[in-house]
């Protein structure tokens, strides 16, 4: 009987660790998916910045065409 007792002590004594060990792991995997999650935001957001550089600058670039075929259109007018 005493060493069925002590067995089942044991049991339990070894068995608090296992479990704190199993929780610790865990949280360090929800916090291992959080922070691969916010450097996946942050990535997105560095992208959408570079795209709204590219467009604003594709839309200069227009802007001085159009400016450019302006003057060259008064110019021709203009001479004739």
Do not use: F, W
Not at 13 to 22: K, S
Not at 26 to 41: G, I, T, Y
Not at 70 to 76: F, G, I, L, W, Y
């Amino acid at each position: 009987m005493k060493k069925m007792l002590y067995r089942m002590m044991a049991v339990c004594i070894l068995a608090v660790p296992l479990t704190a060990v199993a929780q610790s792991t865990d949280n360090m995997k929800q916090d291992q998916s959080q922070q691969d999650q916010m450097k996946k935001d942050e990535m997105k957001k560095d992208e959408m910045k570079k795209d709204k550089k590219v467009k604003k600058t594709r839309k200069d670039k227009m802007k001085k065409d159009d400016m450019r075929k302006d003057d060259n259109m008064k110019h021709c007018l203009g001479s004739a």
